[in-house]
Nanobody, 123 residues
């Protein structure tokens, strides 16, 4: 069992930055690939970024490439999402998720989810 708790969301002006954190419980954090997803009102939940167990391989949605950076610290059981140059269209609830084994872009393959943190970008 893995429990995930996100933090770091908030209200920011367009062009600003936020850093999301996701703290995981358990001693097997390094066995899991991690992903950040987001869901805007009336839209499906979509992947934003993912990272493999070691942090050596990452994936980004086209919409955030060059602006967002995913990273992880296995010693702290934490995964991060640094978000720069934020746009109003980045407004959504952001979720972190854990997938045992290799990483994936497929939302249905993730085993554990956090409760989400709201990110609002004003124009």
């Amino acid at each position: 069992q893995v429990q995930l708790v996100e933090s770091g969301g908030g209200l920011v002006q367009a062009g600003g930055s936020l850093r999301l954190s996701c703290a995981a419980s358990g001693r097997t954090f390094s066995s899991y690939a991690m992903g950040w997803f987001r869901q805007a009102p009336g839209k499906e939940r979509d992947i934003v970024a993912a990272v493999n167990w070691s942090g050596s391989t990452t994936y980004y949605a086209d919409s955030v490439k060059g602006r967002f950076t995913i990273s992880r610290d296995n010693g702290k059981n934490t995964v991060y999402l640094q978000m720069n140059s934020l746009k109003p269209e980045d407004t959504a609830v952001y979720y972190c998720a854990a997938k045992y084994g290799t990483g994936s872009q497929r939302i249905l393959l993730y085993d554990y989810w956090g409760q989400g943190t709201q990110v609002t970008v004003s124009s």
